[in-house]
């Protein structure tokens, strides 16, 4: 199934580009937030689904476009994002050790969406395309082995990142966890949908051009791995989100007004725009792009605050 909330947050059920409102049932569920909604839909699963079905088969649909979108999982608990977990197309010599990193509830924005870049000194602005899971049980301490009974379904990812930012201070949660770093959606697709989340394909278009393009084969440490390493460092609650990381050869610098689009097989489109108001540039280049020009690290700011002086624009 996929679910989605959509205008004032109403929980609709999606199918075949038709939006239904299921809201009239899930009224009952005492809420502050629609987080309150989800968690109880998901901890309820098997009593919910009927009865959202049942209200889908029966009720009257509105054009997905004619909806507006808003983000599947609007408040989790937690948002890990796993560290450096492909083989980046065979070209690591060896997998880093498992490693992940926290990003900010508030980070969240959803289908239409602005990434809006901060007035910060990074070098560069970059979105990871990613799978992310959406947690189904509490958990603490789950072995591989079991991992999967504790995945409730999967959402489209994208973990914005500010590069570069000087260091003598918490870099990574200053370059992870600004509002609008992390755009999910259009749905929350349940995992019976998805046959085979280890293989499925992942693309993110930047102003209509294909920039990352990889599949969850590449993956480093599996899903029961992820599952299984952060539950080891905090219980997972249902809603929670785990990222499970990026090739980035893809990576490529996000500027004022790019037009980002994200599509995990099977899990929808989703889009979202860049808003920078100091207008900086960088070329358009990917990181697999430079390194076959035996370049290092990210393209250079070329105009705008913050460009080194050597590379900027009068």
Known sequence: MKLAFFDEFRLGVVRDHVIFDVSAVTAEIPRVHPQDVLRAVIEGWDQWRPRLESAADHGH???????????????????????????EGGTLADLPPISAFHKTPNSIIGPGGTMVLPDVPGTIFEGEAELALVIGACGKDVPSADAMDYVFGYTNLIDGSARGLPSGRNVFYEMKSRDTFCPIGPFLVTKDEIADPQNLAVRLWNNGELMQDFSTSDMGHSIPQCVEFVSSVHTIEPGD??????????LNPFMDGDEIELEVEGLGRLRVSVRDDLKRTWKRETRRERQAQGKAGTTPQLAGKYAPDGEREH
């Open 241 to 250: 989100l785990i990222a499970t990381g990026t090739n980035h050869g893809g």
């Open 61 to 87: 649909g509105i054009p997905l476009e004619a909806a507006a979108v808003r983000p599947p999982v609007p408040r989790p608990v937690n948002i890990d994002c796993m560290a450096v977990n492909y083989l």
